[in-house]
């Protein structure tokens, strides 16, 4: 009996101590110019500390936690030619965007189909080829602002002076929900 007891406990032990999966870089967070290879490269040294921000570790600790890996690797040349800079962009934009689904998961969940929706034209221009990524990109920024403000041209707002621009105030995640979306084809 008690060695079954025993058995039992260590299973459990063993269980909830270990992770069972990784955690990656989602595509969609890291900045335009990062290489898959740099993103690649960020993920195989913050994959627990992303693993922990989904479980509830703050961004402040976590970016903190991850410029330090990456300032020793630095210091130590172990960047494989990438730059600090580079590294840190990829790893804090991962970070924000786990943090922001810990704390907004609803949000995640219930605009993924409403994005869908609204840069459906995009995403059928960008499968067919007629439009590069960059483009699609661009298409689906401009259609999720005409989403709040059907009037809005950005050929006359991005002319103006930056202080007089009229810009929608649109929620940042729906851009990575977008971007998500057109790199998931």
Do not use: H
Request: charged content about 20%; hydrophobic content about 40%.
């Amino acid at each position: 009996m008690k060695i079954a007891k025993t058995i039992i406990i260590l299973t459990l032990v063993s269980i909830f101590t270990t992770t069972t999966y990784a955690a990656e870089v989602p595509r969609e967070s890291a900045p335009c110019n990062a290489s898959n290879e740099a993103i690649i490269f960020v993920e195989s040294f913050i994959c627990d500390i992303l693993t922990e921000v989904q479980n509830g570790m703050g961004y402040a600790d976590a970016r903190a936690k991850s410029n330090r890996i990456f300032f020793n690797a630095w210091l130590n040349g172990q960047t494989n030619g990438y730059s600090y800079g580079e590294l840190v962009d990829i790893a804090n934009c991962a970070i924000w965007q786990y943090r922001d689904m810990y704390l907004r998961p609803d949000f995640y969940i219930n605009n993924l189909e409403k994005v869908r929706v609204i840069i459906a034209p995009v995403i059928e221009d960008y499968k067919s080829g007629k439009i590069t990524y960059a483009e699609a990109e661009f298409n689906a920024r401009t259609k999720i602002y005409q989403s709040v403000k059907p009037d809005f041209n950005p050929d006359v707002e991005y002319m103006k002076d930056p202080l007089s621009r009229d810009i929608p105030s649109v929620d940042n995640s729906l851009f990575i929900l977008a971007r998500k979306l057109i790199l998931g084809l």
